[in-house]
């Protein structure tokens, strides 16, 4: 179980990374990635995709904090006990 800690931080690092990218420049991103660009009423959609990624970055550093628990749900933000 040593591995999770890790591998949870690197997985919200590039999540957190590219939240940024897609924040910062959504259409120059995009076409570094070799897409075509997209049209200028993709704005929100690669926001709420932006938001998604930092969401889950968030979540793999909460994760990474102590990966046993939380993911075997014993201390659960959503319970109270």
Same mark, same amino acid.
Request: some cysteine; hydrophobic content about 55%; aromatic content about 14%.
């Given at each position: 179980?040593?591995?999770?800690?890790? &591998?949870?931080? &690197?997985? /919200?690092?590039?999540?957190?990374?590219?939240?940024?990218?897609?924040?910062?420049?959504? $259409? /120059?991103?995009?076409?570094?990635? /070799?897409?075509?660009?997209?049209?200028?009423?993709?704005?929100?959609?690669?926001?709420?995709?932006?938001?998604?990624?930092?969401?889950?970055?968030?979540?793999?550093?909460?994760?990474?904090?102590?990966?046993?628990?939380?993911?075997?749900?014993? $201390? $659960?933000?959503?319970?109270?006990?």
């Amino acid at each position: 179980m040593t591995y999770l800690r890790p &591998v949870a931080i &690197v997985i /919200g690092l590039s999540q957190i990374v590219l939240a940024a990218l897609y924040f910062a420049v959504p $259409a /120059g991103f995009v076409a570094w990635q /070799g897409l075509t660009p997209p049209a200028a009423d993709a704005g929100y959609p690669l926001a709420m995709l932006a938001a998604r990624f930092l969401v889950y970055g968030l979540g793999m550093f909460r994760i990474a904090r102590d990966p046993v628990t939380t993911c075997s749900g014993r $201390a $659960a933000w959503w319970r109270s006990s």
